[in-house]
Structure formats: structure tokens, C-alpha cells
């Protein structure tokens, strides 16, 4: 599975920014789609993730009620709409493909993954 992510920029708190992830190749081997990000100096977390059937998400607590995972399986596209940014959320996002049930929450877990796109929130 190839992914494209796109969509970050240069927005201030409060704003919104809406990512897009474009998978192809062996799209019918996808389980599950996840975004992460990854702030200059720490570690890659996880930020939202969504089941490809089924459409079961999860959120990571910092971004619960201000991102919204979605997914569109006909255009092989999954979404993160970010809401109530705030300068925390400035990071490289990452999209990530699981092709095999189980856990979605780590890094490990993802067997894909497309380039980051930067997202910047000035305060």
C-alpha cells in the first residue's frame, strides 16, 4: 500500500486544517488507517485512528473534541479535520495503514506509511 498524505500549513490557534490521505495500491488489504505526528524533539504518537470497516475510531486525549478521523473507502482516502488548533499541535503528520487485524495504537502496528506533511500553529 502506497500512501499520500497532504494538506498541512501555516495556521493560527484556533484555526482549522483539514489533512488528506490517498492510498493505493493493495487498498483491500487495509484493516485499519492512522494518523500520527511527530514534534521536533520528541517521539512519534499516535493522534487518531479509524477501522476501514466498520469505521470504528480512536483519539488520542489530547485531541478528543477537536479532530475528527474519517474515511472515504470509494476514493481509498482517509481524513483528519483538525479543529480548535493549538501550538501543541505543531508537528510533521504522518498517515499509516495496518493490513492485518489487532492493535492500532502503535507505531509498530503499522506495516505502511506515507511521507509527513508539516503542520504549524502560531500562536
Known amino acids: 500500500v502506497q500512501l499520500q498524505a497532504s494538506g498541512g500549513g501555516v495556521v493560527q490557534a484556533g484555526g482549522s486544517l483539514k489533512l488528506s490521505c490517498a492510498a493505493s495500491g493493495r487498498t483491500s488489504n487495509i484493516y485499519t488507517m492512522g494518523w500520527f505526528r511527530q514534534a521536533p524533539g520528541k517521539d512519534r504518537e499516535i493522534v487518531a485512528a479509524?477501522?476501514?470497516?466498520?469505521?470504528?475510531?480512536y483519539y488520542a486525549d489530547s485531541v478528543k473534541g477537536r479532530f475528527t478521523i474519517s474515511r472515504d473507502n470509494a476514493k481509498n482516502t482517509v481524513y483528519l479535520q483538525m479543529n480548535s488548533l493549538k501550538p501543541e499541535d505543531t508537528a510533521v503528520y504522518y498517515c499509516?495503514?495496518?493490513?492485518?487485524?489487532?492493535?492500532?495504537?502503535?507505531?509498530?502496528?503499522?506495516?505502511?506509511w506515507g511521507q509527513g506533511t508539516l503542520v504549524t500553529v502560531s500562536s
Open positions: 499509516a495503514a495496518r493490513s492485518s487485524p489487532g492493535s492500532y495504537i502503535w507505531e509498530e502496528d503499522f506495516d505502511s
Open positions: 479509524i477501522k476501514w470497516s466498520g469505521g470504528i475510531t
